[in-house]
Nanobody
Framework: QVQLVESGGGLVQAGGSLRLSCAASGGLFSINAMGWYRQAPGKQRELVATITGGLRTNYADSVKGRFTISRDNYKNTVYLQMNSLKPEDTAVYYC???????????????WGQGTQVTVSS
């Protein structure tokens, strides 16, 4: 029932910036941790950044200092600000959220369908 929809992907030149958004919707739920993952052709999906409900953040070494994850709980949305983009950042970026639903509020993992980010050299 809960859906995650990503937006903000596109084509950008090396050194440029993009801001990804992921909005959750669909009934009564609570969002715990949220994160961004990416998958390039021929590679496994990898963690990019996570943010907890307490706003503690974690980043992959490859993006540390360039990307910033944030969230707006009133809008049920997580963002990924990507600066100083490199060609190796090219991938499909997926939103993930741990979401609890009544009656037990046990957290389950939910995924968006992804948004393409392409960085040209």
């Amino acid at each position: 029932q809960v859906q995650l929809v990503e937006s903000g992907g596109g084509l950008v030149q090396a050194g440029g910036s993009l801001r990804l958004s992921c909005a959750a919707s669909g009934g009564l739920f609570s969002i715990n941790a949220m994160g961004w993952y990416r998958q390039a052709p021929g590679k496994q999906r990898e963690l990019v950044a996570t943010i907890t409900g307490g706003l503690r953040t974690n980043y992959a070494d490859s993006v540390k200092g360039r990307f910033t994850i944030s969230r707006d709980n009133y809008k049920n949305t997580v963002y990924l600000q990507m600066n100083s983009l490199k060609p190796e950042d090219t991938a499909v970026y997926y939103c993930n959220a741990n979401i609890g639903k009544p009656p037990l509020w046990v957290g389950e993992s939910h995924w968006g369908q992804g948004t393409q980010v392409t960085v040209s050299s």
